[in-house]
Every structure is written in structure tokens, then in C-alpha cells.
């Protein structure tokens, strides 16, 4: 098995960004959602990625954005990867692809298998989908996680990821109980909403490097 990807999501300043490369993310995640506590304007988002070291993948999160904000975005923080988090489809995120011409993610909350099941309408369109705990007030960030024994007999036809509710304390059973290829936190790594916490980001990597 290759080794399992990592992405830190809700990264909003250089010396968490910086610090999350030093621990061996792969991926970071930048929220541009105004209803969040981890949000970053393009103008903030644009400044980080010009300070990215070179080993880290730049992930841009919307929601439901309107195809100008997605233009703008994608044209102002020129990122690897965009991650939709709400209620976009498959043919929008089509669109998006053919016309952006970018990786892009998807985000889906899985409540049972009906959702996984739902999931190939994705096929041959998301570069990448991310298990994830339902939605609540907020699309992510929500530190809660979901039946993970879903996912044991799931038969993925695309990339995955696993997100929701994930620590340096339960990330190694997470991966050992789904076989993720990549798993994402984001609360789980804080001292607080939004405030990203450099020793528990180091104590994630090093977990799921030890998985």
C-alpha cells in the first residue's frame, strides 16, 4: 500500500502553512467560505500560496460559489486543487474542470451507504472524493466523524479521501479500518476554532507516518 497522503485543512497563516510541510503534509487547505471560522479572502489565500513551499499541493475550498466568485478564485490563488464542499454537482463540477481546466475534489457527508452509493455520479468526473461526517450548521470543520465500517466494503472507483473528525489520537485506526489513501483534518488539529495548533499539526503527520 502507498503511503497515505495528508492534508491539513483551514490553514490560514504562513507559520502553520510552513509547519505543516516541516511535519510532512502533502496537501493544505485553504477555506474561502465567509461563514467559517478557518475563512481566508482570495487576497489572503493569493499570499499564502505565493509563500508555499514547493513540496506542499495548495487545495482551495468552496462552497457553492457562483461560476464568477470560482473564476476569480481559481484566477487570483492559482491553486493545485478545487475542493467543493457544499451541494455542487456533477455537471458543475464538470463544467468547472472543462473550463478551468484544474484537479478538482469533492466533498460528500456520508450518512449511510445510500450516500456512497451515490457517490458514482462522480465517476469520471471529481479527481477526487472526500468521505466525510454529514453536514451541520457548517459544511466541515465539525470535528465529528461517521461509521467508518461504510467504508470497509465500499468498492472505490475513483480516488478517495477520508475526512471528519480525525486527531493525532484515532487517525491510525481511521486508516487502518478504511484503507484511506488520504486523510484530512482540520478541527483536529486546533486550540480552537480556526486557531491551528503547530504541535498537534507535527503529532497528526507523525501518526499517520506511523499507521
Excluded at 497522503?5 to 511535519?23: F, H, P
Excluded at 458543475?92 to 456520508?110: D, F, M, P
Aim: charged share 20%; aromatic share 6%.
Amino acid at each position: 500500500m502507498d503511503q497515505t497522503k495528508i492534508k491539513i485543512c483551514g490553514i490560514s497563516t504562513v507559520e502553520t502553512m510552513q509547519a505543516a510541510a516541516d511535519a510532512g503534509a502533502d496537501y493544505i487547505g485553504l477555506v474561502h467560505f465567509e461563514k467559517s471560522p478557518r475563512h481566508v479572502s482570495l487576497e489572503q489565500a493569493a499570499k499564502l500560496r505565493m509563500h508555499a513551499p514547493a513540496s506542499l499541493k495548495i487545495v482551495l475550498l468552496l462552497v457553492n460559489a457562483q461560476p464568477e466568485l470560482t473564476a476569480q478564485a481559481v484566477t487570483t490563488v492559482k491553486p493545485d486543487v478545487l475542493q467543493f464542499h457544499g451541494t455542487e454537482t456533477p455537471e458543475w463540477i464538470k463544467l468547472v474542470k472543462e473550463k478551468l481546466n484544474i484537479e478538482v475534489w469533492k466533498a460528500l457527508g456520508v450518512r449511510d451507504r445510500h450516500t456512497l452509493m451515490n457517490s458514482a455520479r462522480y465517476n469520471g468526473i471529481a479527481d477526487r472524493l472526500l468521505f466525510d461526517a454529514p453536514a451541520k450548521a457548517l459544511p466541515g470543520g465539525t470535528g465529528t466523524s461517521f461509521d467508518w465500517d461504510l467504508l470497509r466494503t465500499h468498492k472505490h472507483e475513483i480516488n478517495w479521501g477520508l475526512a471528519g473528525g480525525l486527531d493525532q489520537h484515532n487517525v491510525s485506526e481511521a486508516i487502518a479500518a478504511t484503507g484511506a489513501p488520504l486523510v484530512d483534518t482540520s478541527s483536529g488539529v486546533e486550540s480552537a476554532a480556526g486557531i491551528k495548533d503547530i504541535d498537534k499539526i507535527i503529532q497528526f503527520c507523525e501518526a499517520v507516518r506511523s499507521a
